[in-house]
């Protein structure tokens, strides 16, 4: 079955770095626009960062910009997202992501699981 896992996840002082790993299996996710979102304890799940196939086209969200760098390898069929300067703030659950784009709309097919991400102050 096709399926998504993240590894990285873990506690860090802020102003510190994290490095997100996502590993797919099942198949090949080539062809998918890969992606993070992450959600806060209650708070709605946001999107976080994106990239296409060729890796040349890549989105981040606005808190995200400056601080956060996502990255795929097709051969390995894996997606990362390095972490910097990290703040309290961005304490949440994290979850890799393949998709598609939709008319404007980045339409997520396969979610993993999620890893933790806590900061401290």
């Known amino acids: 079955q096709a399926q998504l896992i993240e590894s990285g996840g873990g506690l860090v002082q802020a102003g510190g770095s994290l490095r997100l790993s996502c590993a797919a299996s099942?198949?090949?996710?080539?062809?998918?626009?890969m992606g993070w979102f992450r959600q806060a304890p209650g708070k709605e799940r946001e999107f976080v960062s994106r990239?296409?196939?060729?890796?040349?086209?890549?989105d981040y969200a606005n808190s995200a910009k400056g601080r956060f760098t996502i990255s795929r390898d097709n051969a390995k069929n894996t997606v990362d997202l390095q972490m910097n300067s990290l703040r309290p703030e961005d304490t949440a659950v994290y979850y890799c992501?393949?998709?598609?784009?939709?008319?404007?709309?980045?339409?997520?097919?396969?979610w993993g699981q999620g890893t933790q991400v806590t900061v401290s102050s």
């Open positions: 990239i296409s196939w060729s890796g040349i086209r890549i």
């Open positions: 099942g198949r090949a996710f080539s062809n998918y626009i």
């Open positions: 992501t393949a998709g598609r784009v939709v008319g404007a709309d980045y339409k997520p097919a396969y």
